[in-house]
């Protein structure tokens, strides 16, 4: 009978903490797999890997709020894009200073970031909704003042034509009683 590998809680607490918090760090990593610290330092730094600065291997990774309002999203999309640029820059340096550019990566990045535009877009589109209904009725509004302004300007036309006298467009076609 095959033997079952069965994770210590240390280990489930940091496989758990791993997969919430987004980022991998080297403690984390070390915890999960049974190899030092060092050791996958010295993998990283002989591979060359791209590690995220993640400020310390004790830090908390921040959880992602639990709601769904927009003004926490649009914090969400805010941090991630700004986080999709910075990694979009360095791989732009990369390139210049390699001379070669790793069009996997920059392509990845890039279709990142025009998600992270649309799902923008589609978060702010009750507040698009009513800046567009709000422009709407300014220009309602504006419609209808030319309308009233028009009118009046006729029936003044209209009364001088028929010889009630002068009419005075300035005073708005409301008569002087």
């Not at 919430?20 to 990593?29: D, K, P, V």
């Not at 649309?118 to 509004?141: C, F, H, N, W, Y």
Request: charged fraction near 30%.
């Amino acid at each position: 009978m095959p033997l079952r590998y069965v994770p210590s809680a240390h280990v489930h607490r940091s496989a758990r903490k791993a997969m919430e918090g987004g980022r991998l760090t080297f403690a984390l990593l070390a915890d999960l797999t049974g190899r030092s610290e060092n050791h996958w330092r010295g993998v990283a730094r002989a591979e060359g890997w791209r590690i995220a600065e993640a400020g310390g291997s004790d830090e908390k990774a921040p959880e992602p709020p639990a709601e769904t309002d927009p003004e926490a999203l649009e914090t969400r999309l805010v941090a991630l894009s700004d986080e999709l640029v910075s990694e979009l820059e360095a791989a732009v340096g990369e390139g210049r200073a390699s001379g070669s550019y790793d069009k996997g990566r920059i392509d990845a990045l890039s279709a990142m970031l025009r998600m992270v535009e649309k799902i923008g877009e589609m978060t702010r589109v009750p507040e698009r909704a009513a800046e567009r209904q709000k422009k709407s009725d300014e220009e309602l509004a504006a419609a209808l003042a030319l309308i009233d302004a028009r009118i009046v300007e006729l029936a003044c036309e209209l009364a001088a034509t028929m010889g009630c006298g002068e009419a005075d467009p300035a005073d708005g076609g409301e008569g002087a009683g």
